[in-house]
């Protein structure tokens, strides 16, 4: 097992990331421990489901996306070429399925809304979306806050925020990558969305967020 | 590609605040994201059971079966999982029959679970186009139970524990290769 390890990532004491478990997870697989994928398969998904939620997928597909995301990933757990990449191919697989998945949805849709009985006497009710997540949930004021003030930031930074948020700090790097949105520079690893996203809780008043 | 909605200005205007825009993560910047964090799971949580379906789904990723698609346009209000939850939160209720149709390139096969005595769940198949079938119930610590369709694409098991369950089907004559349905909860 030591051989493999040379191709991961060097840590120097400061602990794994998510990142870091996921391409040892995937070694081991490779070396034909079948078991090594349960911690990780637990510990990803909510990432996955949050990924392919913020597509547009409704709960119902969301979920068969997600299984679907996990079983590519043992069917090319062989062919994946940089272990060390393996959270980010898994985030990238989740999307482009989830935007399958959306796409699919809107064609049926329009087939169905083109049958000549959905003329206006016959009006033909589609089906409702689930209603978005709100923030009904949160009883805490700072969590308000702090949702709200998301909203204010582009679509795609709220993505990338509220996915870096479940995955460990230094991830965030493969993370923005995966969604497209490369971090820039190495020395800013904070990032525009999360930089602008402080700013505008500045604004919101005098919180301490620590 | 400029990923700042409105205006850019006041990039430079940030000099007074406490943080570093261009630096590394501060204490507030993890303190935010922790508190970010609980803040998603508790507006969108990810379904309770879905990390458990993922991993069966795993484990019967080596029978080389394509996966088939779920389809839900018919199921608007409550999701078909959901349902049957909620089935099985409530025994007494009078749970209707709940019907999911899978696709794939090759087949449409369409089932409807109703209960059965004990709990239990009865599921009736049909697949188009018609063939004779091999169905395989593929369950979490169970052994495979195998029925045969007839010629129409029928096919039932009469009586199943509740529970994660996958289906896959192949034809009897061997052609096409094995379709398999996304893990869902009986």
């Known amino acids: ?35 090594a994928l349960g911690e990780l398969v637990r510990e ?20 068969d996306v997600v299984q679907s995301t996990w079983v590519a990933l043992v069917r090319h757990a062989e062919t994946i070429a940089e272990p060390k990449a393996v959270l980010k191919w898994l ?47 949160l009883r805490d004021e700072r969590d308000r806050i702090l949702w709200m003030s998301l909203q204010k930031l582009p679509g795609r930074c709220q993505e990338l925020l509220r996915l870096v948020s479940l995955a460990d700090r230094p991830d965030y790097r ?12 190495i020395g800013s690893t904070r990032g525009r969305c999360l930089a602008k996203l402080r700013t505008i809780l500045d604004e919101q008043g005098d919180f301490s967020w620590i | 590609m400029d990923l700042t909605p409105e205006s850019n200005q006041d990039d430079e205007a940030v000099g007074d605040l406490s943080f570093d825009p261009k630096g590394a993560l501060d204490a ?24 458990e379906r993922s991993l069966f789904a795993i484990t019967l990723a080596g029978l080389e079966a394509d996966l088939m698609e779920a389809v839900y346009l018919d ?18 209720a009078p749970a209707e029959a709940k019907t999911i149709t899978f696709t794939h390139d090759s087949l449409t096969v369409m089932i409807s679970l109703s209960p059965a005595a004990g709990g239990r769940v009865r599921i009736d198949g049909w697949a188009a186009p018609a063939a004779g079938l091999d169905v395989e119930l593929h369950r979490p610590g169970v ?11 029928r096919f039932a098991f009469d009586s199943v524990e509740r529970g994660r369950a996958s289906l896959v089907v192949r034809r009897t004559d061997g052609g096409g290769g094995a379709v398999s349905t996304p893990v869902i909860e009986l």
Do not use: C, F
């Not at chain 1, 493969?174 to 520079?185: L, Q, T």
């Not at chain 2, 507030?28 to 059971?49: C, K």
């Not at chain 2, 959901?82 to 939160?89: L, S």
């Open chain 2, 143 to 153: 052994d495979v139970v195998t029925v045969a369709s007839d010629e129409d694409g």
């Open chain 1, 174 to 185: 493969h993370i923005s990558a995966a969604i497209g949105m490369p971090m820039g520079s």
């Open chain 1, 91 to 137: 985030l990238v697989t989740a999307k482009r399925a989830a935007w399958e998945s959306v796409r699919k949805h809107r064609d049926d849709e329009k087939r169905r809304t083109e049958l000549p009985d959905d003329s206006p006497e016959h009006p033909m009710a589609l089906p409702a979306k689930d209603p978005l997540p709100d923030a009904e949930v």
């Open chain 2, 28 to 51: 507030g910047d993890g303190a935010v994201l922790t508190r970010l964090a609980r803040a998603v799971e508790a507006v969108d949580p990810v379904p309770d059971d879905l990390v």
């Open chain 1, 44 to 63: 990803a998904t909510p990432l996955l489901w949050h990924t392919v939620r913020a597509q547009g997928v409704d709960q119902d597909a969301a979920e």
């Open chain 2, 75 to 92: 199921t608007p209000l409550a999701g078909v999982r959901g349902a049957a939850a909620a089935a099985r939160a409530d025994d007494t």
């Open chain 1, 1 to 35: 097992m030591t051989g493999s390890r040379e191709a991961l990532p060097d840590v120097d004491g400061s602990g794994l990331t998510l990142g870091d478990r996921a391409a040892i997870a995937l070694t081991e697989y490779r070396e034909g421990n079948r078991q």
